[in-house]
């Protein structure tokens, strides 16, 4: 008999924070040009789930005002034009306080399952999307999305099955951008 998935809220399953630069104006060069990798929306929307560059650096100015995230974090742009867009961290890196930070709780999950989840459930949180002059995504209502939480064997196998379905969609899309350039 296996064990039972969970459901859980996101909040059980990771420590959800937002992303911290609150110094105004933002772009004040005292705070950047450093080595601390500083990732903005861009960066995530730029990656293919794993976010492997990064645009902007803080100094140790920066760092001070804002708020180191560890390799592994899940990302979600909470605001803007781009709200939802989601990564995964392949380096420690601080962000503003449109990204929030989703670090798996180390006995519960694993980051690419978290982001998996997070891929499936946000829609839910993007329809709840208060409709302002901006879409935007509520840190309590994110806390709260319940996500099922089976054993770490198993988000394991369910990650490395759809690592390998995306491949497939990655191969079947680079065919197709082949055939339309012959065409």
């Not at 730029?46 to 180191?68: C, F, P, V």
């Not at 829609?123 to 999307?129: F, I, P, Q, S």
């Not at 209502?141 to 319940?146: A, D, G, P, V």
């Amino acid at each position: 008999k296996s064990p039972r998935w969970e459901l859980k809220p996101l909040g059980g399953a990771a420590r959800i924070a937002r992303g911290k630069f609150s110094f105004r104006p933002r772009n004040d060069p005292r705070f950047y040009g450093g080595s601390i990798p500083f990732i903005q929306i861009g960066d995530i929307s730029n990656s293919d789930r794993h976010i492997r560059r990064y645009s902007q650096t803080l100094n140790e100015k920066g760092l001070a005002i804002s708020r180191m995230f560890p390799k592994g974090t899940v990302v979600i742009a909470i605001t803007g034009a781009t709200v939802g867009v989601t990564g995964i961290l392949t380096f420690d890196a601080c962000f503003p306080d449109s990204i929030v930070g989703m670090v798996a709780h180390e006995n519960t999950a694993i980051s690419d399952f978290i982001y998996w989840a997070v891929e499936y459930v946000k829609k839910a949180a993007l329809a709840e999307a208060t409709q302002t002059t901006q879409p935007n995504i509520n840190l309590k209502n994110l806390e709260k999305l319940r996500i099922p939480i089976p054993p770490l064997p198993e988000q394991r196998r369910i990650v490395a099955h759809l690592d390998g379905l995306q491949a497939k969609v990655d191969a079947l899309k680079e065919l197709q951008a082949e055939s339309v350039d012959e065409v």
